[in-house]
């Protein structure tokens, strides 16, 4: 507690402004347990940048903190860029502060000499991916903190190809981040290098994405096509509208009472497209227009919830592993129908979310490549290789990419790559559900579920360092019966071969995730979440599915299976 005492005090000198130095006054005095949370660590980037509740302390997103990250940041590009003009593209989303600290984060980069391109209101997340490489600059900034709660706020920072920081690029900057005094922060904006930009990349960003999902669906099957969106309080308000009324899609119903951006999400407890009471009011409505489909986005737009109507007409929430198994269906027949195949391209997914890409690769005869959770390693894909087509992925937490001109999942053009294969289905008598079902039949039935445990603070933390350590060294031989052939330890790099007695190496960057695959196909992950205080149980079990008739039953007969698997833990 001394050391963290100390911090604090630091935060009382005239380094900082009058009201934080008052704040933390009255941490000190007041609220002991609060002041350990906002001092005793510093914010670090996870999967998704950096992302934490708002408030004073190091372990807080404020003015400082990002000030010193953008400080940092600035400071590194004028270092790795020292013979060109350097320009920075800054968007936000709608939390509380977003536009506020999107403004001091302008004004450190120009205060450094930098070039600044920043957006005059709120958009979408993927809309910052394409801006960075439309504007031609060398990195990118985005404030948000996703589906986080509403006392979150975060930052992302992309690099000159769209794509998020990884290592060891972001372990160099944030070396440099904290080598930084705060005192070191320049915070006084030099106007004439800020710009603020809005319809022109708007209207390139709608014109790419268009041509990205531009597969021949008729006129007359758009306008059949039911569609029911809900932007959940959050930016893609601004742009989904326009990019499906642009496509031909004219029956779309909004859910009005959370059109309007929200940075408190009053209508929602989550502003989770992955949780079921966030759709709701969207369910509602679609049973009231007869809809053939709901869409639903996260606070930033860049994850999709979907719901479609079953055989029965009921309206069920599908999860991000099965609509991305559609969607890369659907691009990998159109791309073979329109160009044929040149034995360059591929498509990307992450190591916890379902085996089944791998089986749509194969069947295709292209290639699947597996990353890490976070998009940020599909983007990295794409930049690895630049002699291979990149055709799209996602993976299990409701992400999606169309093509490589935006490098970050995207709802806005995977919402339209949704309502496009739903009208194709419609119009040939089929729908998106069924055409699901076919691919269970032709490719076998996976599902997948996933558990996510809340552990707040520092006892939260320390307690999900323990169970990862207890598995890391007592791995499970047997799961519900069934043998343990293969352990993999992202974290030591090395995977173990219990039916060969034999180990190799990973050719991964290390993380903190544990895989178990069993003798039957099935798979266990365990991993930390990079953004969230949490430790996520990801278990996917496979088995044949002989007819669409034949689903529900199939389907329940491997639940109780993932729950037999889950019964292992003690949750």
């Known amino acids: 507690m001394e050391e963290i005492l100390s911090k604090a005090k630091y935060w009382l000198s005239d380094v900082f402004d009058e009201n934080t130095r008052k704040n933390t006054q009255h941490l000190i005095e007041n609220d002991k347990k609060e002041l350990e949370d906002s001092f005793y660590k510093d914010l670090a980037f996870g999967t998704g940048g950096m992302r934490g509740i708002m408030g004073i302390g190091t372990n807080r997103i404020n003015k400082y903190t990002l000030g010193k990250n953008t400080q940092g940041l600035s400071n590194y590009l004028k270092e790795k860029f020292s013979d060109q003009e350097i320009k920075v593209a800054i968007a936000y989303d709608c939390r509380n ?114 041509k990205n999902v531009d597969f021949g669906v008729s006129k007359k099957a758009k306008e059949n096509f039911k569609i029911v969106f809900t932007s959940l309080h959050g930016t893609s ?18 859910v009005e009472d959370q059109a309007e951006p929200n940075g408190n999400f009053p209508t929602v407890k989550s502003p989770n497209p992955e949780e079921p009471d966030a759709l709701k009011m969207a369910l509602k409505l679609a049973d009231e227009e007869q809809a053939d489909m709901v869409i639903g986005t996260d606070p930033d737009s860049d994850r999709l919830g979907i719901a479609v109507r079953d055989d029965n007409g009921e309206m069920v929430l599908l999860n991000g592993n099965q609509t991305m198994i559609l969607m890369t269906d659907f691009l990998l027949k159109e791309y073979k129908a329109k160009n044929g195949f040149n034995n360059d391209e591929f498509i990307a997914s992450t190591v916890v979310s379902t085996p089944m890409m791998s089986k749509l690769a194969d069947h295709y005869g292209v290639e699947c490549k597996l990353g890490l959770t976070g998009f940020k390693w599909i983007a990295k894909m794409i930049k690895d290789y630049p002699q291979q087509s990149f055709v799209g992925g996602g993976e299990e937490s409701f992400g999606y990419m169309v093509g490589d001109f935006v490098r970050d999942k995207d709802a806005v053009t995977s919402t339209l790559l949704a309502c496009t294969i739903g009208a194709q289905a419609k119009d040939k008598n089929s729908s998106f559900y069924q055409e699901l079902l076919n691919l269970y039949v032709e490719h076998g039935l996976f599902q997948e579920k996933l558990i996510s445990l809340v552990k707040k603070g520092i006892s939260g933390a320390e307690e999900i360092k323990t169970m990862m350590t207890n598995l890391r060294e007592n791995p499970p031989r047997e799961f519900n019966n069934t043998k343990v052939v293969l352990f993999e330890d992202y974290q030591t790099g090395k995977a173990q071969d219990f039916n060969a007695n034999s180990t190799k190496e990973l050719d991964f960057p290390k993380s903190n995730v544990l895989i178990f695959y069993l003798e039957d196909g099935t798979k266990i992950a365990a991993r930390p979440s990079g953004t969230e205080p949490k430790i996520k149980f990801y278990v996917s079990v496979n088995g044949e599915l002989d007819s669409t008739e034949n689903y529900k039953k199939t389907k329940e007969q491997l639940e109780n299976k993932i729950d037999s698997v889950l019964s292992h833990f003690d949750f």
């Open 237 to 254: 308000i601004t742009l989904i509208p326009q990019v499906l009324e642009k496509a031909g899609f004219s029956n779309v119903f909004i």
């Open 97 to 210: 502060n977003s536009k506020e600290l999107a403004q001091i984060v302008a004004n450190v980069f120009s205060a450094n000499g930098i070039k600044v391109f920043i957006f005059s209101d709120l958009r979408p997340t993927p809309e910052l991916s394409f801006a960075v490489k439309h504007l031609d600059c060398q990195c990118g900034i985005v404030l948000t903190a996703s589906h986080n709660p509403p006392e979150y706020n975060g930052y992302k920072v992309y690099w000159e190809d769209g794509g998020q920081l990884v290592p060891p690029q972001d372990k160099e900057i944030v070396d440099i981040i904290n080598a930084l005094e705060y005192s070191e922060i320049k915070f006084e904006a030099n106007e004439d290098l800020i710009e603020y930009i809005d319809q022109e990349v708007d209207q390139a960003f709608v014109e790419a994405s268009l």
